[in-house]
């Protein structure tokens, strides 16, 4: 049982009449995991806007700083699965303090990195610190937060992290135009020193009196079959493809695979509890994930590619554009419970994949010549689409578990997102290159067209997958009406 430095939020909720909300309780917990989010989702777009820029300081072509973008999310899909057992063993105040610290360094030296290399280990370096953050801050919430306003208080963290990709293009655009491409990682540093000061504060030490023993086995396991998958989409990408070498990369991840499903149902306590996968609402979410996240990962890394050496406009340009997207999601969030109180969880994913997937397909219309008036409100409108997707995505999984699984199933779901952005962004990158003709810019528009136009195809086909949840049922309704 559990060993809690703070009571449950189910023993202060039933022995507590007229207390505060648990919102307003809770409210330095949520400030601090939105500043985690924050922190993320700013780092993860500042990069974006800013790739051309860096390829051209470091003498490389921008379609090879995908190593930098998949190297970051391949580490924390890696090295997540351990969060569950570190918060157990050293208790979530600590762990999420040495997390932020880790990020923090990360980003310095992402900041002085003086080579592609250099800059692909300090991401590497800045993804062991990123791996706990995310897993750790949703397992908290679900800890502490009833489950009537569970979606409610991830809507309001995302809202957050949405922030973070409102300013990151901007700040990107800037720092690139009138500064310096290396104050994008820099910028986390101070925030980082906020963030440990609020943990310090404000953070639950929720931990076991024993934790059970670390499956060091299955997590070298899925790690190595995780990375041979990505470096046989590197090998792919290469300028000289060695077919055999990829093939090889390939077959081995596949008996890695298939070596941990049996490692994992002869364990106790498997680093990722592949049981849970009997409840159809666990695997519908993780598999829904990884065909969504698949198509639309690598989207605005394209869109910011296209704009910049496509349609030549300036990073600051490029990077004003990327901010309806996040507008959109904004938006979006404050809409989800209620259209998920109307739909439920089957009939919203149905609908809204196919949506997005159409979105998705209609960014081919785009040329040298379209008005940005029109770009602008055609990336609001997407966002605003997958901005439902992604809440609806996140929550799905936890709406049928035990409070018991709370951890396990965050650490599997964030597993599954970063793990599926980084084959996504590998995807997309490496689609756009073999579409590629020629270096003018009206190659680049139209290796972007059929780009996206795939990219569409393959995130319609998520709404296959969702399909095979149950028969909607009414949703508790998470906000008053």
């Known amino acids: 049982m559990p060993n809690d430095a703070v009571t449950p939020a189910s023993t202060l909720q039933a022995g507590a009449q007229g207390a505060k909300p648990l919102r307003q309780r809770y409210r330095g917990l949520i400030w601090l995991v939105s500043a985690s989010f924050f922190m993320q989702a700013l780092d993860s777009t500042i990069v974006n806007t800013a790739v051309p820029a860096m390829a051209s300081a470091l003498d490389v072509r921008p379609l090879d700083m995908r190593s930098a973008l998949t190297s970051y999310v391949l580490t924390l899909a890696i090295l997540i699965p351990a969060s569950p057992w570190l918060c157990d063993r050293f208790g979530t105040r600590r762990v ?8 923090g360094l990360g980003s310095l030296f992402c900041g002085i990195a003086q080579t592609l290399p250099q800059l692909v280990a300090a991401r590497v370096l800045q993804g062991v610190g990123g791996a706990a953050l995310m897993p750790v801050g ?27 990709s409102v300013l990151g293009p901007l700040m990107g655009g800037a720092l690139v135009e009138f500064t310096s491409w290396r104050l994008i990682f820099l910028i986390n540093v101070p925030v980082g020193i906020a963030g440990l000061w609020m943990n310090r504060q404000d953070m639950p030490d929720y931990r076991l009196h ?3 023993r670390f499956d060091l ?6 790690g190595a079959a995780s990375a041979l998958l990505l470096t046989a989409s590197e090998l792919v990408g290469a300028e000289h493809v060695a077919w055999g070498h990829i093939g090889e990369c390939t077959a081995l991840a596949l008996l890695i695979g298939v070596i941990y499903v049996w490692h994992s149902r002869r364990t106790a306590f498997p680093v990722a509890d592949l049981s849970l996968l009997k409840v159809r609402s666990v695997w519908v979410a993780l598999a829904g994930n990884l065909f969504t996240r698949l198509g639309i990962s690598g989207m605005f890394l394209l869109l910011v590619l296209f704009l910049q050496v496509g349609c030549g406009w300036s990073a600051l340009m490029a990077g004003m554009m990327m901010v309806p997207q996040a507008l959109g999601s904004i938006s979006a969030k404050w809409l989800v419970n209620r259209a998920l109180a109307r739909l439920g969880y089957r009939r919203l994913l149905i609908g809204n994949t196919l949506i ?35 809440t609806a995505m996140n929550t799905l999984i936890y709406h049928d578990l035990d409070i018991r699984h709370a951890s396990m199933a965050s650490s599997m779901a964030s597993t599954a997102q970063y793990l599926s952005m980084s084959f996504g962004i590998a995807l997309a990158t490496l689609l756009m290159e073999s579409l590629l003709q020629g270096h003018a810019h009206s190659d680049y528009v139209a290796a972007f067209r ?4 795939i990219l569409a195809v393959v995130t319609a086909s998520a709404s296959r997958v969702f399909s095979r949840l149950g028969a909607d049922r009414p949703a508790r309704r998470e906000l008053p009406a």
């Open 138 to 164: 949703r397992y908290v919430l679900v800890r502490s937060i009833d489950k009537r306003e569970f979606v409610a208080v991830m809507s309001t963290v995302a809202t957050f992290g949405l922030l973070g």
């Open 450 to 453: 059929w780009t996206v136009l």
């Open 96 to 103: 999420f303090g040495a997390a932020i610290a880790v990020f």
């Open 210 to 212: 024993h934790a059970n």
């Open 356 to 390: 997005v997937a159409m979105l998705l397909a209609s960014f081919a219309t785009f040329g040298r010549d379209t008005p940005a008036w029109l770009i602008a409100l055609m990336v609001f409108l997407y966002g605003g689409f997958g901005g439902l997707q992604y």
């Open 217 to 222: 086995a299955g997590f070298l396991l899925f």
